[in-house]
Each structure stands twice: as C-alpha cells, then as structure tokens.
C-alpha cells in the first residue's frame, strides 16, 4: 500500500505533463492548463494517507525520507525537463520568478529568526521554571493565553505600541522596529512559538533519570558539566521534537504576517484571494506546505537518530 501511494505521487508530474500535451495543441504556445480542485483534492488525499501509513508502519527515519523525498524528486526532474511548462501554474511562476525566491528567502528568515529566538528564550523559561518551580503554572498560563490569541488579532495589538515606539525614539525606526513590517511578524510568531517550545524544552530537561545525574555527580562532575555534558544530550530528541512542532507552526503562521508587510509566500496567497486567481494562490501556498512536510520528516528523522544513539550508549 505504501508503494502504491509513493508511486501515484511520483507519476504524478509525468502524469499531468503528458494529460497537458494531450490537450493543447501543438505551436500553441499561448494556451495553458490549469489543474483541476479534483486533482488537488487526489493529492492532498494520497499525501494523508502517506502520513497515516508512515505512523502505523513505524517507518525508520531513513525509509521515511526517502518515501518522502521520492515524490519530490520527480517534481523537480519534470520542472527541469519542461514537461510542466504548459500548466498555468508553472507559468505562474515563471512569470514572477524573481519576487517568488524573494519572497521564500523573506518567509524562510522569518520563520528561522522566529523559531531561533523563541528556542533561546524558551531555555531560559525552562531552566527559570526548573530552579523555581513554583512559577511554572502561572508561566506556562501566561504562554497559553497567547496561545489563544488569533493570529490576526495579535498582529492588530502590535501595530500601535511599535508604531509609537518608532516616532518617539528614532533609533528604533532607524533600526527596522516600525508598526508593519518583519518586527510586529517577528514577535507575534515569537509569541505563538513560546508555549511549545518551553513545554517541551522542561519536559526534556525533567526527563533525565535522576539515577544518571546522581551517577554522574559521583564521577565528581560539576552543575555545569552535568547540564552539558549529561542532561542536555539526553534531553536532546524531546528538544528537537519540540523545535519540530514549533517550526511547522511557524511556517504556516509566517504566511499571515504578509498582511503586515513582512512579505514571503503569503504575499502571494492574498494577492490570488484579493485577484480570484488559484494559481497565484497555489504559488505561495505549495511551497507553505512542502517545507512544512520536508522540515517537519527531516526533523523527526534527526529526533530518531539521537534517541537511538543515546539507547546505544546506554546499552
């Protein structure tokens, strides 16, 4: 079954470029193909059963990439040849070609500068939480009322106290700190990113058997030995499970802050709304979701890797 699946996606590109040969005829060169709502609908199905049966089969981590990257793998060898270039997709995206690798490169460093701050400060959480825990309630209560903020409401509140910050104090605007713009998107996706990634970051650091840090105290190792050396790289795969769910989140989120002028591929998704054009809309959207998938598989596969190594270590 999960052959099958793979191979209907793989064929998929070759599939539609040969359906779209078929159709337009040739020296046609003005004519174009769009792909229907059923055949998205066909491959948004074949991708959840891809997900469904990669968690009941417990694939490993490597056989999990590469059912993943299979699919991919043939999009881009059909984009190189030109087999697609007659969907209106493609052409969609030849004709934007330079403000779309603009707009993936804002999207990444947004959701990378989001997920890098909100890791920073989530260890900081954590490790405040661990020395003190009578905080941790009324913390982790404080990131779960952010957490049910929406996004576009969150993104509204910040508008006004940046925008005055940045008239008062023209350093700050000089620096980029405005109303609209990557910093209200910055701290929004900051704020949503916390309560994951503290959630999980003290759970991992809770979850080292006292037996090895008491162990690891009669060998004569020092707190900060400990916290490196020990209970850190144990911690690890839980960690990076919590970095995973936060980078998905992200990726999505980051899509919504085009709305305050922070650009990336959401750009292009309200531009197609406010137009009524699909493609254009698929243009940011794809890309949205193939390196939520692609991050999200690679993530896991490195969660994976470090468990076993530790289970190794330890036998």
Known sequence: MLAAVTALLVAMPWGLGLITGELIAPGNDAASAAISSGTWLFVFALLLMLVDLRQRLEMSASLSVVFWSAPLVSLAIALAQGWLDRL??????????????????????LVGLAVSASLIIAVALALWMRRAPHIRQGTLGVLSFIQTIP???????LLAPLAWLAASY????????????????????VGYSLLPMTRNTYIALESVD???IESARGMGMKPGQIFFQVRLPLALPLL???????????????????????????????????QAAMNLVMLGALPIVI?????DVLLKALSGALSRGDTDDRA
């Open 170 to 189: 023209p350093l700050l605007g000089e620096l980029g700190i405005q109303g609209i713009g990557r910093t209200p998107a910055l701290l929004a996706l």
């Open 240 to 274: 990076i499970e919590g970095v995973r769910i936060t980078s998905v989140q992200a990726i999505g989120l980051a899509a919504v802050a085009a709305l305050v002028g922070a650009g990336g591929l959401g750009t292009f998704i309200f531009q197609g709304l406010g």
């Open 151 to 157: 996004s576009l409401a969150l993104f509204g509140l």
């Open 291 to 295: 390196m939520a998938m692609l991050l």
């Open 88 to 109: 209106a997709l493609v052409r969609e995206y030849r004709n934007r070609q330079a403000s779309f690798f603009d707009a993936l490169i804002d999207h990444i460093v």
């Open 210 to 212: 006292d037996s090895v």
